[in-house]
């Protein structure tokens, strides 16, 4: 297998309407791909759809949504294909974290984060795997993180949901080898988004953040590769490395003290020991 030929392809993006997703869109249309962009924010789906045809000539589709529930898969899929919008690609980037203490979480939003980062990606996954590997090239991209491969004190919600994507992600890319489908878990370290406004960080990262296009452009051309990886980080990589290497009980420790270390205004932890 070679480089991608996304111009007889139509890729499903969600979380388009800022950051990754938007930059994935831009990436993919350049590309040739004909896309479906899915979030929220309509406005915002919409002139990001008009720039795209207008630079590329590729048809573009929104969708304003909120994926946070059940069945988001299931039910995007049968108003696409009723629309005669068969997708042969799907990245499922929409997320978004809480950066806190534990004791300190909205419980309602922690379940909201569950049921968008972990649930509606499950779902939207099983909705078009069939067609994704019956496609000559399916595409599935699923954006994990850098904290999916350690505990996150403080992100302890998010970085769960990060584990969850980054091994769901690659077992179905051993289970989907030797279809016509590619699967990815994109691993990005920080990065210029929404993200940390969204979720109310006060961290600082400094000049440390990659922009979305660095991300995104490793991102698909990792896909690219004739034997291209379950898993690729993009950013930030010695943290991933460093997880592998120390014991879980230094790892967790060094996490949490790197946390509170980023935040001039942190919340006391729990324990000092
Ligand atoms: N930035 C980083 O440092 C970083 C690092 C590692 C991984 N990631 C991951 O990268 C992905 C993209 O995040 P980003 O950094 O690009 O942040 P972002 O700029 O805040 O983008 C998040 C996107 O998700 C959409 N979204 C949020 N809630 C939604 C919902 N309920 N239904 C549908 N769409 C929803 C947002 O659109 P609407 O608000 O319009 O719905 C937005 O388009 C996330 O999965 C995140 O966990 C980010």
């Known amino acids: 297998m070679s480089k991608i030929d996304y ?42 759809a008009a720039e795209l045809t207008r630079a590329h000539g590729v048809t573009v589709t929104t969708v304003a949504r909120d994926l946070g529930r059940p069945d988001a898969g299931r039910t995007l899929r049968t108003e696409l294909e009723s629309r005669g919008i068969h997708a042969t690609g799907l990245v499922n980037n929409a997320g978004f974290g809480t950066h806190d203490a ?19 990606l499950v779902d939207l996954s099983h909705a078009y795997i069939d067609p994704l590997t019956s496609a000559d090239t399916g595409v599935l991209i699923n954006v994990a993180s850098l904290l999916g491969f350690q505990p996150t004190p403080y992100m302890s919600a998010y970085g769960a ?11 179905l890319w051993e289970e989907t080898r030797g279809t016509g489908l590619r699967v990815l878990a994109v691993c990005p370290g920080a990065t210029r988004t929404e993200f940390y406004d969204v979720a109310g960080s006060s961290a600082d990262y400094g000049t440390k953040r990659a922009t979305p296009e660095q991300v995104v452009t490793i991102a698909l051309d990792t896909l690219d590769r004739r034997s291209a990886p379950p898993s690729v980080v993009t950013n930030g990589r010695s943290l991933a ?23 001039p205004q942190h919340p006391v932890a729990l324990t000092n020991s």
């Open 241 to 263: 490395l460093l997880g592998r290497l120390l014991p879980r009980r230094s790892m967790v420790r060094l996490m949490g003290w790197m946390d509170r270390r980023q935040r």
């Open 7 to 48: 111009h007889r392809q139509t890729v499903i993006v969600t979380g388009a309407s800022s950051g990754l997703g938007a930059e994935f869109a831009r990436q993919l249309a350049r590309r040739g791909a004909n896309l479906v962009l899915v979030a929220r924010r309509a406005d915002r789906l919409q002139s990001l």
């Open 161 to 171: 949901t990060k584990a969850f994507v980054l091994n769901f992600t690659e077992s």
């Open 102 to 120: 534990f004791t300190a979480e909205d419980p309602d939003r922690l379940q909201s984060m569950i049921a968008l980062n972990v649930s509606a």
